[in-house]
Nanobody
Framework: VQVAESGGGLEPAGGSLTLHCSVSGLRSISYNMGWFRQVPGKEREGIACSEWRGAMLYYADSVKGRFTLSRDDAYSLSLQMNNLEPEDTAMYYC??????????????????WGQGTQVTVSS
């Protein structure tokens, strides 16, 4: 299974970026997908996820109202990030086969990770 992210970069505060994720090699479409982020010295944080049918989306409080998730199809996911803040600076990871439910965006023992894409927001 391969997970590939793209779309990171450098933006000033208040700017926008869109991250894209595509997954290949899965033998089923019934996998939740989501985005996590991590800054050095801190734990990886789940920020948004889509249940595998796309019927339920969840956002962490830190990004709610600013980030929008789109489940493009069973194997691709986009994250539109608006009104970026310096605190959004992090390495962003796409993942599939995660736990996605209200209040929880978390990895499972089966989770597949991408290599990450860096997002830097200048003040």
């Amino acid at each position: 299974v391969q997970v590939a992210e793209s779309g990171g970069g450098l933006e000033p505060a208040g700017g926008s970026l869109t991250l894209h994720c595509s997954v290949s090699g899965l033998r089923s479409i019934s996998y939740n997908m989501g985005w996590f982020r991590q800054v050095p010295g801190k734990e990886r944080e789940g920020i948004a996820c889509s249940e595998w049918r796309g019927a339920m989306l969840y956002y962490a409080d830190s990004v709610k109202g600013r980030f929008t998730l789109s489940r493009d199809d069973a194997y691709s996911l986009s994250l539109q990030m608006n009104n970026l803040e310096p605190e959004d600076t992090a390495m962003y990871y796409c993942a599939t086969a995660i736990r996605c439910q209200p209040g929880t965006v978390a990895a499972s023992r089966q989770t597949y990770w991408g290599q990450g894409t860096q997002v830097t927001v200048s003040s």
